[in-house]
């Protein structure tokens, strides 16, 4: 079955750095767009960046552009968020997600603390 598997979340202090990884299995990944979101306490799931199946084209959200960078290796089935200037108002839980199926991840907690 399809699975997502999200990792590389933690605690930063603002202004710092992470990068987010989603391992997928279970269906042909290298065909498929994949897409992050994330999800704050109290708010509603929101898109962050998606990228094409080959990787030629990517978007954003307004508030991470040039500063978050979703990419993709088809050889390991793995979508990664290289996110940098991190704020305090992005801590939520970010979400790898494979429209054509449907599918989520569990999600990796990201805080934003000094």
């Known amino acids: 079955q399809v699975q997502l598997v999200e990792s590389g979340g933690g605690l930063v202090q603002p202004g710092e750095s992470l990068r987010l990884s989603c391992a997928a299995s279970?269906?042909?990944?290298?065909?498929?767009?994949m897409y992050w979101y994330r999800q704050a306490p109290g708010k509603e799931r929101e898109l962050v960046a998606g990228?094409?199946?080959?990787?030629?084209?990517?978007n954003y959200a307004d508030s991470v552009k040039g500063r978050f960078t979703i990419s993709r290796d088809n050889s390991k089935n793995t979508v990664y968020l290289q996110m940098n200037s991190l704020k305090h108002e992005e801590t939520a839980k970010y979400y790898c997600?494979?429209?054509?199926?449907?599918?989520w991840g569990q999600g990796t907690q990201v805080t934003v603390s000094s």
């Open positions: 279970g269906f042909t990944f290298s065909r498929y767009a």
């Open positions: 997600h494979a429209p054509r199926y449907g599918s």
């Open positions: 990228i094409t199946s080959a990787g030629e084209r990517t």
